[in-house]
């Protein structure tokens, strides 16, 4: 099982990004697909959440801003992250879950190897 996270980069505050995360070795379909990040000194906490009912759930800190979405004909998750803060800087991890009961806890049953999103001020 391979998820390949790619879309970081160096972006000035204001601005947008788009991470993709293609899978392999799994039923796409079937998982509960999510994005976490992992700032310095922080732990990671989940950023979205979708699942395979196509429900979406948010962390509070990116409600209105950030957009996940999923193509199943192409076994890729993605986030689209507009009005980008500094503190929205961190390693983003891409994750899969076959029941999706605790992604909230940061747990999944794979992982991507994560991208990193520098915001500028």
């Known amino acids: 099982v391979q998820l390949q996270a790619s879309g970081g980069g160096l972006v000035q505050a204001g601005g947008s990004l788009k991470l993709s995360c293609t899978t392999s070795?799994?039923?796409?379909?079937?998982?509960?697909m999510a994005w976490f990040r992992q700032a310095p000194g922080n732990e990671r906490v989940v950023v979205a959440i979708r699942r395979p009912s196509g429900d979406t759930h948010y962390g509070d800190s990116v409600k209105g801003r950030f957009t996940i979405s999923r193509d199943n004909a192409k076994n890729t998750v993605y986030l689209q992250m507009k009005s980008l803060k500094p503190e929205d800087t961190a390693v983003y991890y891409c994750?899969?879950?076959?029941?999706?009961?605790?992604?909230?806890?940061?747990?999944?049953?794979?992982w991507g190897q994560g991208t990193l999103v520098t915001v500028s001020s």
């Open positions: 070795g799994v039923t796409f379909s079937r998982y509960h």
């Open positions: 994750a899969a879950d076959v029941a999706g009961n605790y992604l909230y806890r940061g747990r999944a049953d794979y």
